[in-house]
């Protein structure tokens, strides 16, 4: 399976702590993007991070890179209860497919 | 902007039955994925169009499902016949540009449960 794997499958925090979430993958890649999915809808983007890549902003999401591991790591901050939801990284290669992990679900309790 | 439609979002069938599900992707996109995902696990691809024609088919179990993107725009996918193990959520996404690797848009999903 060229599906990789993420750390841990659950996380379970209080609101206002930071939520961090890995993610390992198997092939070379274009880019690695993270999705977030509550439950019985459809996946939403969250952010992109190129292969040549280290580290990526955006509002209180932090992304990271490592090319050489074959890693990345969300860092959610500042954790509120609308977070609570399943998050999936996926890696995408020159056919442009893209292969998901299989989640982290992250509760965060008000 | 709208967004990927797909219907049904649910459907209760007996196994060896056939199901239909389709798929309109946001106006525009070339690319159209169709992704399997099984409770508790991530998105398997099934199949990608690009335009009308397939990409990659590579893991979808062609003796039942089949797939189709008729004049590159909606798409169906079918299942004859299903079995259990097909129970799942089945994700329609699209893309702009192939050749641009960049984020995916997914519908809402048609969540298929077999008995």
């Known amino acids: 399976s060229q599906q990789g794997e993420e750390d841990p499958q659950a996380l379970s925090i209080q609101e206002g702590e930071n939520a961090t979430m890995n993610c390992s993958y198997k092939?070379?890649?274009?880019?690695l993007q993270w999705y977030r999915q509550n439950s019985g809808r459809g996946l939403v983007h969250l952010i992109l991070?190129?292969?040549?890549?280290r580290e990526k902003h955006s509002g209180r999401l932090r992304v990271t890179l490592d090319t050489s591991k074959k890693s990345s790591s969300l860092l959610i901050t500042a954790s509120r209860a609308a977070d609570t939801a399943s998050y999936f990284c996926?890696?995408?290669?020159?056919?442009?497919?893209?292969?998901f992990g299989t989640g982290t679900r992250l509760t965060v309790i008000p | 902007e709208a967004g990927v439609a797909q219907s049904p979002r649910y459907k209760i069938i007996e196994k060896r039955q056939s199901v239909a599900f389709w798929c309109n992707p946001i106006?525009?996109?070339?690319?159209l994925y169709w992704y399997q995902q099984i409770l508790g696990q991530g998105p398997k691809l099934l199949i990608q169009?690009?335009?009308?024609?397939?990409?990659?088919d590579s893991q979808l179990p062609k003796d039942r499902f089949s797939a189709e993107r008729l004049k590159g725009v909606d798409s169906t996918l079918k299942i004859q016949p299903a079995k259990l193990e097909d129970s799942a959520v089945y994700l329609c996404?699209?893309?702009?540009?192939?050749?641009?690797?960049?984020?995916?848009?997914f519908g809402e999903g048609s969540r298929l449960t077999v008995l």
């Open positions: 996404a699209s893309s702009p540009d192939r050749a641009q690797p960049g984020e995916l848009f």
């Open positions: 092939t070379s890649i274009n880019n």
């Open positions: 991070i190129r292969s040549n890549e």
């Open positions: 996926a890696s995408q290669t020159g056919a442009n497919n893209l292969f």
């Open positions: 106006s525009g996109h070339a690319t």
């Open positions: 169009f690009q335009n009308n024609g397939v990409v990659d």
